[in-house]
Structure formats: C-alpha cells, structure tokens
C-alpha cells in the first residue's frame, strides 16, 4: 500500500504581467499549491522540458532530476506566444498534453472560451482571479490522478495476464501506454496526468 | 458616527478594510479588498508589494502608450493593445476609476476617435497620478501605526 505523505501539488503560472504574476502567485501559494511562475510561453515550455519546435522532451532519461508539474494556469493575451498557443503545443505534446491546463483573460469572450475549452483547456477563469476560484484547480488535479491509477491498474492486469505473473508490479514500472511525463519524485504514489476533455462547455 | 463607533470600527481587521473602502470609493473597488485578503503574517507586506508592481508595470505601459500616441498616429489597433493591457492591470489591483479612463480610451479607440483617445489618455495619466499619491498616503499612515498599530491604525 502506498502511503504517501503528500508534496503539494505543483502548478506553473504563466502571465506576462508583473503585478498579476504576483497575485496569481499568492493565490496559489495560500491555496497550499508549489507555485513556478513564469513570464511567458516560451518560457513555460522549457520549464516543462519542452522545446518549442519539439513534442518530445529534451531528455527522456528516467532518473533525470525532474520537476513534476500537476497544472498549467495561464494569461490568455501574452506577446509573442499566448496562452492559446501554449494550450495547443501542450495538447499537441505527447509528454505534456495529459496536465490539466487553465486559461485566464480579462476578456469574456464567449468565442474565445469555447475555442480555449476545445482545444482542451479545463478550465476558464476570468481576471481579475479570486480565492474562490482556486478551489476549482484540485479536482482537475485529482480527476486525472485517478484515471491514471485506473489505466495503470488495468495496464497491470493485462501485463500480469500476459506474463502469468503473481508478482505485483511496481507502482514506478513505466509503461509504453502512459505517459512518462512528470513522476513526482519525493511521494509515493506516482502521478501521471490524464487529459479531462470538460463536460460543460 | 460617533469617535467611539470610529475607534472601534478601525481597531478590527474588517474595519481597515472597510474605512479604506470608504476614503477610496471609486477609486479602489472590491478587488483591492481581494488583494488585501491575501496579506497575512506568511506575507505581511503583500499589498504594498503588488502596489509597487503595479505602478512600475503601469508606468510602463503608458510611456508605451505615449509614445505610440506620438510614433504611430491613427494606428488605433497599436493604441488599444497597449491600453488593454493597462486597464487588465488596473483591473487586477481593483483601481476602478483608471480602469473606466482606460476604456473610455478604448471606446475612442474603436470609432477611430483620435480627440477622443488623446482626452482620455489625459485622464487615465490623471488618474494614475492621483491613485499613486492615495495609495502612497495610505502607507504613509500604515506605516506610521506601526506593526502591531491595530488599535492606533488611523481612522482613514
């Protein structure tokens, strides 16, 4: 059994503003999240081990020192790549795509909402962003830790079926349908992200 | 109000921000309360800090917004990008009154007023100048209640 003794998740907030990067920052951090911020999209991506013109990261080495990322939050209106952009490199990543991604504007643009949400945002908030919304990121965390530990099971169920092994797997066994992206290093369980199409547009 | 209603309303944590409310109306709405809610013993000296971001970020982007004014004539969509982003930081801190300068300016901007975006921007510089002088007074005072200055904060 797994008995993890809980890290806080981790977000990356991504804003160009100064003063917003700092509001979005406390409002993570009060929330009891682990908080990057970060000025852009560019910037986001290498954080996250991406080049921009890649999908795959700059190193696949396992027992590389990796930062885990559970949630992207970011401005929608950014220079150079906005956060639709970002969005979309994120989904288009294999290694990325299943982080549960936010988008806030200061705009409520209904047209931009609905492009964000089926690109496969998760969530929308609109700016100035309050306490009360970060009580939205968790669920979006934790849904895709469950259906990870869903797929995880069944993947070991079938591999334990094809290998007519009794032995249980290790938990940390990677396998070649998940992803390998962002295992949390100091915990316990591991925490592969699923992406979570929204239900409500 | 009597002084003892006064004295007793500026002593409680809801109070300050209350009687804050109530110097800064219309000049600061309920999202400065918002940012005044994050503050706390973790981060004692938040509001003054995203205080002074905004206004170095705002400074910036309305010398940006000057010079485009001067450099690109008539290149309103350059005007009401760069003023987007103003208002979206005043929106933040909760600086109500420049926000509405900010889209009066965009308005002008959308029926190609130029008259009307140079009057504008005029207001939004005053604005600016009179929230800075506000806010900076604000933590003057607070600064001079002291640490523990709750029940010497001044009544405001």
């Known amino acids: ?201 | 109000m009597s002084l003892e209603r006064i004295v007793s309303r500026v002593t409680s944590n809801q109070s300050r921000k209350l009687a804050g409310i109530a110097k800064y109306r219309g000049y600061l709405d309920e999202q400065f309360c918002q940012v005044e809610d994050l503050q706390d013993e973790a981060s004692p000296n938040f509001v003054e800090e995203v205080v002074t971001l905004f206004f170095k970020d705002s400074g910036r982007l309305m010398s940006n917004i000057e010079q485009a004014l001067e450099k690109y004539p008539r290149d309103f969509n350059r005007w009401d990008t760069y003023m987007q982003q103003l208002k979206g930081s005043c929106s933040s801190i909760g600086a109500s009154r420049m926000k509405n300068e900010c889209m009066s300016f965009r308005d002008s901007c959308g029926q190609g007023n130029v008259e009307g975006c140079m009057r504008s921007f005029q207001k939004v510089k005053r604005e600016h100048a009179v929230l800075r002088q506000k806010l900076e007074s604000y933590f003057q005072l607070l600064r001079q209640a002291g640490p523990a200055g709750a029940a010497t904060r001044p009544v405001m």
Request: proline letters at 5%; one cysteine or more; a negative charge.
């Open chain 1, 1 to 201: 059994m797994a008995v993890a003794i809980e890290a806080p998740f981790h977000v990356l907030a991504v804003d160009d503003s100064l003063p917003d990067r700092k509001l979005i920052e406390r409002l993570l951090k009060t929330s009891s999240f682990q908080v990057t911020t970060v000025d852009s999209g560019s910037k986001a991506l290498e954080f996250l081990g991406l080049h921009d013109h890649e999908d795959s990261p700059i190193s696949t080495q396992s027992d590389q020192q990796e930062v885990a990322v559970n949630l992207i939050i970011t401005d929608y209106c950014m220079p150079g790549m906005t956060g639709y952009d970002l969005l979309k490199k994120i989904k288009e990543s294999s290694y990325l795509r299943d982080i549960p991604v936010v988008i806030m504007s200061s705009d409520n643009i209904p047209s931009r909402i609905n492009r964000c949400l089926e690109e496969g945002a998760d969530e929308f908030f609109l700016k100035p962003v309050r306490l009360s919304d970060m009580s939205k990121l968790k669920p979006h965390i934790l849904k895709s830790r469950c259906k990870e530990h869903y797929q995880q099971e069944q993947h070991l169920q079938s591999n334990s079926e094809s290998n007519n092994s009794s032995n249980p797997t290790s938990e940390n066994s990677s396998s070649s349908t998940s992803t390998n992206s962002h295992k949390r290093k100091a915990v316990d369980e591991e925490i592969l992200p699923h992406t979570i199409r929204p239900r409500h547009s």
